[in-house]
């Protein structure tokens, strides 16, 4: 198993603002992988971020929204930019064992006004 | 494409019962099925995962069936608790890192 810490757990942030997701690994890990769950649904696969390569976007997800960096093999983050009440969400961080079995952070629930 | 569905979507039932929670996915070309607990607000925490090699697995009083050729696995919960009330969600693997999340069976364990 692994795992997962994800900073900050929660946040308030105003419209127009940017937010940086931290999620720390306690093994070393190829792929990790982040995702969005919207108020009362389920989770949306955003983009996967592999160590020393660009991440790779979803359909509806770009760059430019949500930047990502993986600098090594156990941290990664996520920023979401230019918010808007529509990004409010619980952003999710998860990586996949050798046997496939996928393993979560506690999430980043964030709130925007 | 593959899509994962749950029924019910929500359940409520006494303290003590035994539990069935469904779930239905289109593409049998499943790499694997995994089964999450999620309490509100929270991350996901996993429960079992079945190979698609595998039947079923256990674990305590949770077990998880994969049928492949029907497109569905369930999960058993026996002797149910309060502690247990959260929302349940299965989730297929088809492999190349692509795992489609159904949208989850929100169980209430009343004591």
């Known amino acids: 198993s692994a795992v997962i810490s994800q900073k900050p757990s929660r946040d308030i942030c105003q419209r127009g603002t940017s937010l940086t997701i931290q999620c720390q690994v306690d093994?070393?890990?190829?792929?990790m992988f982040w995702y969005r769950q919207q108020p009362g649904q389920s989770l949306t696969l955003i983009a996967t971020?592999?160590?020393?390569?660009?991440?790779?976007?979803e359909s509806g997800f770009v760059i430019d929204k949500f930047p990502i960096s993986r600098p090594n093999l156990t941290f990664s983050t996520l920023t979401v930019s230019n918010m808007s009440p529509e990004d409010s969400s619980i952003y999710l961080c998860?990586?996949?064992?050798?046997?496939?079995?996928?393993?979560f952070g506690e999430g980043s629930r964030l709130t925007v006004l | 494409k593959q899509e994962v569905t749950q029924i019910p979507a929500a359940l409520s039932v006494p303290e003590g019962e035994n539990l069935v929670l469904n779930c239905s996915f289109t593409?049998?070309?499943?790499?694997?099925l995994q089964w999450f607990r999620q309490d509100p607000g929270k991350g996901l925490t996993s429960l079992l995962l079945?190979?698609?090699?595998?039947r079923e697995q256990t674990s305590g009083r949770l077990n998880a069936s994969l049928d492949k050729s029907s497109g569905r696995s369930t999960l058993y919960i026996a002797a149910s608790q309060p502690g247990d009330s959260a929302t349940y969600l299965c989730?297929?693997?088809?492999?190349?890192?692509?795992?489609?999340f159904g949208a989850g069976t929100r169980l209430f364990v009343k004591a």
């Open positions: 971020a592999n160590q020393g390569s660009e991440a790779t976007y």
């Open positions: 998860s990586v996949e064992s050798g046997s496939g079995e996928l393993f």
């Open positions: 093994s070393q890990v190829t792929m």
């Open positions: 989730a297929g693997n088809t492999g190349g890192f692509k795992t489609i």
């Open positions: 079945i190979q698609s090699s595998q």
């Open positions: 593409d049998s070309a499943i790499y694997n």
